[in-house]
């Protein structure tokens, strides 16, 4: 039995009186893991508010090394001195906008680690590898590409989500179906060496996940529950998500 994991994925949204109004009104489920990425300039304010909580904060993006000259960056290893426990990393934004090849995934997935910290593994296809039939090698591709760097059971590290780039902020979320289809496929990606690790790891889905779609999605096999981007800025919407997983 997987635990299922609720993510809010905040982007470069956020202000002080959301972080409170969001600590004191999400409800804290006992049988879910809720995770919440807000800007990096809000993480140290909500990890102090969810201390000793059964939710779980971390970065949005970090940089490749620790520490150095790199203006701007933010290192795993400091995200890891504020309390934080996690960061994401191969999110599709940052693939198509901040140039994060499959290379730098691969090294930012690896720092993570290094730091202590668990990595959230954002893959999924572009609307344009979906209309050419190239869904699944595109989100293979991803996977592949940072365990092939590392050598590193990837999926040992609690959960991977899909995210189709089409479903991302348009309000079109991907079909029960579809999200079906592509997670049961990383699913058995990550079996297919044999480790067992295909059974534990939790498979989120991503993309215009709502409290009115989260019940036939939780309901499909392979998803283990979600990383949720607009919805996740109203904590009473993503109080109803967290309560759409519950078993
Ligand atoms: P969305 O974003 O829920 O706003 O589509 C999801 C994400 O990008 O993680």
């Known amino acids: 039995m997987r635990k299922p994991v609720i993510a809010a994925n905040w982007k470069m949204n956020g202000s002080l009186e959301l972080c409170e ?6 409800v804290r489920p006992e049988y879910a ?3 919440v990425f807000p800007t990096a300039l809000h993480l140290g304010l909500l990890t102090d508010s969810f201390r000793d909580s059964v939710v779980s904060t971390g970065a949005q993006n970090v940089w490749c090394e620790p520490d150095g000259a790199y203006t701007g960056e933010i290192s795993a290893t400091m995200i890891g001195t504020l309390g934080a426990r996690l960061a994401l990393v191969g999110h599709s934004e940052r693939r198509a906008m901040f140039g994060d090849t499959d290379h730098l995934v691969a090294k930012k997935f690896k720092k993570i680690i290094d730091a202590g910290l668990v990595p959230l593994l954002c893959v999924g296809e572009t609307l344009e590898e ?3 039939g190239l ?3 595109a989100v293979q591709r991803q996977l592949d590409a940072v365990e092939e760097a590392w050598d590193l059971p990837v999926y040992s590290h609690e ?3 899909y995210e189709p780039v089409w479903a991302i902020g348009t309000g079109k979320a991907a079909t029960a179906e579809t999200a079906q289809e592509m ?4 699913r058995d990606h990550v079996d297919r060496k044999g480790t067992g690790q295909g059974q534990t790891v939790r498979i989120l889905y991503g993309g215009s996940v709502k409290a009115s779609n989260a019940p036939e999605l939780i309901a499909q096999n392979d998803i283990d529950g979600f990383l949720v981007g607009g919805a996740s800025l109203d904590v009473d919407e993503f109080n109803q998500i967290c309560e759409a997983v519950k078993g």
Not at 21 to 26: C, I
Not at 183 to 186: D, E, F, G, N, S
């Open 21 to 26: 109004h969001f600590a004191r009104n999400l």
């Open 130 to 132: 979906r209309e050419s």
């Open 159 to 161: 959960a991977i989500a």
């Open 33 to 35: 893991d809720v995770w």
């Open 135 to 137: 869904a699944s090698e």
């Open 183 to 186: 997670q049961a496929l990383i």
